[in-house]
Structure formats: structure tokens, C-alpha cells
């Protein structure tokens, strides 16, 4: 079936710029994850939404950094006034919670790599 | 706070094993899980282990959990080419709410 998906794959854009990069989960997976892949902090958690719960944005960097969940499904994690330091990867990952042995196992969509100028 | 560790590099021929090690502070992680990142991709899942289980073993992988040292292992038989890729080693923080990664193994398989 199909795995998780990110759009854009790649975004440019100018310091103090706003963007928004998308997330499709995995079709039926409740929990939602967001993280930062950068060459010198690694693999960062930035937010988890799991249905209809509050978010724990406990990762987010700073209060430029907001994500929405939709429907529970589709999210969105929008940066506002984009800075040099965000350049990144931005993965996204989903997971099934409440079943058997390993579904709390989160799967990982591709990325989305951001160059701030 | 939570914490884990790994070595940054190992290099081995085609054909050995290849052994990666991790450590990790939390004790109360249920699962621990070794994912795979090939260049310019995303991360896909290798496998996972319980936290009460000891080894478990998948084809050419197997890992083996020392929880009283908080030591993790992936072994990988017959290394291939192919499965030269960076190796990230994580456990879940105490909230459930993320996975906490090590900063990753690049392994390089040689010819």
C-alpha cells in the first residue's frame, strides 16, 4: 500500500520567507510525527499529534515553528520568517496506535529538504 | 535526560558481518528499533526489538538486547555492498510521544 508521503521534495527559498510543507500519512494511522534531519543535531523530534489529542510540541525550536493536523489526517508544519539555521530535512513519519506487537512503530515518508538563502 | 549513543563509523568487506552497537538511557522504552537511511533518502524501518526479548533475528539481521547494560546490537551476515547506509539506533521517549535517535552509523562496505 501506500507509504507515507511529503511534498514539496525540495523547496529554495529566501531568508524571512514563510513555508509550508505537507504531510500524507500512512491511509488509517492515528499518530502523526514530525522531525528535523540536520547535518549537526542529528534526527530532532519537533511535534506528535495522536487523534484528537492535544499535540505535544514539545520539540518545536522556536514559536516560527507551528504544525496543523486536518481531519486527522493530512498535516501541514508551517515555518514562519524563514532563517538560515532551518535548513534541513523535514521527515515526516505515521504510526498505528492501539493494536498488536509493534504498531506504535513509526514509518517514515521520504522528506522534504529546505535550503533557506 | 534521554540519550543514545552510537559509534559514527565502521567499515568491513563484502562478505563479513558487520556489527553495529548502540547505547541508550531510558529504561522504560517497550520497543527499540534500527533504522536504515541510504543517500538522499528517507528512513526505513529495519526492524524492531521488545524490550523483554534478548535477541531476534530477521533473515541476514539480528539483534541482540542487553537490557541490565542498556546495549543494543544489529548484526549484519553476509554484508553486501547494498547495505552500505547510514544506521540510526532509537528508543521512545518516557512520554511515548517520539522516537529519540542516536546520530547514526555510516557503514561502509567494500569490495
Known amino acids: 500500500g501506500a507509504g507515507v508521503s511529503q511534498s514539496p521534495s525540495n523547496k529554495v527559498t529566501e531568508k524571512g520567507k514563510d513555508v509550508e510543507l505537507r504531510c500524507d500519512p500512512i491511509?488509517?494511522?492515528?499518530?502523526l510525527y514530525w522531525y528535523r534531519q540536520s547535518l549537526g543535531q542529528g534526527l530532532e523530534f519537533l511535534i506528535y499529534f495522536q487523534g484528537n489529542s492535544a499535540p505535544d510540541k514539545s520539540g518545536l525550536p522556536s514559536d516560527r515553528f507551528s504544525a496543523e493536523r486536518t481531519g486527522g489526517s493530512v498535516s501541514t508544519l508551517t515555518i514562519q520568517r524563514t532563517q538560515q539555521e532551518d535548513s534541513a530535512v523535514y521527515l515526516c513519519?505515521?504510526?498505528?496506535?492501539?493494536?498488536?506487537?509493534?504498531?506504535?512503530?513509526?514509518?517514515f515518508g521520504p522528506g522534504t529538504r529546505l535550503t533557506v538563502l | 535526560g534521554e540519550d543514545v549513543e552510537q559509534s559514527l563509523f565502521l567499515s568491513v568487506r563484502e562478505g563479513d558481518s558487520s556489527v553495529i552497537n548502540c547505547t541508550y538511557t531510558d529504561s522504560s522504552s517497550t520497543y527499540l528499533y534500527w533504522y536504515k537511511q541510504e543517500p538522499g533518502a528517507g528512513l526505513q524501518l529495519l526492524t524492531y526489538i521488545f524490550s523483554n526479548m534478548d535477541m531476534k533475528q530477521d533473515q541476514r539481521l539480528t539483534v541482540l538486547l542487553n537490557k541490565k547494560d542498556k546495549h543494543l546490537s544489529l548484526r549484519i551476515a553476509d554484508t553486501q555492498t547494498g547495505d552500505s547506509a547510514i544506521y540510526f539506533c532509537a528508543e521512545t521517549n518516557q512520554a511515548g510521544t517520539a522516537l529519540i535517535f542516536g546520530k547514526g552509523t555510516t557503514l561502509s562496505v567494500s569490495s
Open positions: 513519519a505515521s504510526s498505528l496506535w492501539g493494536g498488536d506487537e509493534g504498531t506504535d512503530t513509526q514509518y
Open positions: 491511509s488509517g494511522h492515528t499518530a
